[in-house]
């Protein structure tokens, strides 16, 4: 036997400062966010953090165990979670507070969905009603497992959405009643412009969901009422009742659209991207789909490996700022799938590998998820819900880094020394 050939040495190559595209979650910034919504609620309110959509891109698993403290062994930072679907609440993992999922069970998804029912009847979580048949079909889950099945109520109060109208209201009451092993929990309801501090329909709303409520909370004194969003939280303090749901406000951003002087909301997420090629571009030569832009000078560019299937919107083409070392690297010519180009004109020396900011965590920078979402006619929260799966998620500000899987792949986290 001819031994085998000696393994070739392997050329020392500079480490690159970025190597693949990152979104950077601080769940220091995280804990932060939560003190500042903490200190805003009135003495008594009960904070559920909403982790739906994937805690609106960041990684809904992590998030949840570090709002948990799981791990760290300490007491929870929030007194409950809440997801849209079935899935996602499937996806978040053993926690340590209740768990409500928002979206009202529907008849019709009812066979399909039942092994994860009877999951979630096990597990406690409190699943929305907004009819008496799911009530049926949600009490005859409950007693055939012999475990009681928690159900809020959820109620439109001008959203013309998933609540129950008002005047379903009585007999949804009596349906829980008559349905042993189905246990009443909370009622809430939805605002449609708590955003706006000066909105009337808020105040409207929540006076009928009080008065329509009222009656049941003499009947069921620890019932939890609930309704206010992260616009709620600090514009409409009297709508706090036993407990908010705020989402945005927890990534860091604000509900009025931008940063705001006193609050001080921090995003949890910093997206960067390595600098892939840096090419010398001759005057008139034009770059991209479409020959959106054509260089009126020699000019410098940089490829970054991002592009609109990674959530970087198309409509940041000839638009956009990234930073390059706190430099502004403008986007120039169309934003394709894979691949965006920027102008280095302002960076000096710039090199492969050199770290990319496409959205800055510094809520004023050029690159803020603000600044991004005015580009995109959008608000802050469809824009992190759109980063793609390519895009590796790392938690930060712990004594561990965490990778974040994309979703698709469940709940599963790999813990990582860092
Ligand atoms: C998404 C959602 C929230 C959180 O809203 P933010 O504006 O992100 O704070 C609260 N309640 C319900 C029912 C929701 O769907």
Known sequence: ?????????????????????????????????????????????????????????????????????????????????????????????????????????????????????????????????????????????????????????????????????????????????????????????????????????????????????????????????????????????????????????LYGTDPAGGPVAGRDLRPILKWTAPLMLVRNLKKGTSIGYGCTYTADRDLRVGLVPVGFADGYSRSFSNRATTLIAGHPAPVVGRISMDYTTIDLSNVPSPNVGDEVTLIDDNPHSPASIYALAKLAETIPSEITTGLGNRIKRVATGHQIEVDILPTSSKSRTTLRAG
């Open 1 to 249: 036997m001819t031994p085998p050939p000696p393994a070739l040495p392997l050329l020392p190559v500079p480490r690159p400062a970025c190597t693949v595209p990152h979104a950077r979650v601080s769940l220091a910034n995280l804990r932060h966010n939560v003190s500042v919504i903490r200190g805003s609620l009135t003495s008594g309110t009960r904070l559920c953090a909403v982790l739906k959509a994937d805690a609106y891109g960041h990684g809904a698993p992590v998030l949840a165990r570090e709002l948990c403290g799981v791990g760290a062994r300490r007491r929870p930072l929030v007194d409950a979670v809440a997801v849209a679907t079935l899935d996602e609440a499937d996806a978040i993992g053993r926690i340590s507070v209740p768990l409500f999922v928002l979206r009202p069970i529907e008849s019709y998804s009812f066979h399909h969905a039942r092994k994860q029912l009877e999951a979630g009847v096990r597990a406690g979580w409190v699943l929305t009603v907004n009819c008496v048949q799911t009530i049926k079909d949600i009490g005859r889950v409950a007693r055939s497992m012999g475990l009681p099945a928690l159900v809020q109520v959820a109620l439109d109060t001008g959203m013309s959405r998933a609540g129950a109208p008002l005047h379903d209201l009585e007999s949804i009451v009596l349906e829980i009643a008559r349905q042993e092993g189905v246990k009443l929990i909370a009622m809430c309801t939805h605002f449609v412009s708590a955003e706006d501090a000066g909105h009337p329909a808020t105040t409207e709303q929540l006076e009928q969901f009080r008065r329509a409520t009222l009656p049941h909370v003499l009947a069921h004194p620890d019932l939890i009422r609930h309704a206010s969003n992260s616009g709620g939280v600090f514009f409409h303090p009297q709508s706090h009742l036993d407990m908010v749901r705020p989402g945005k406000s």
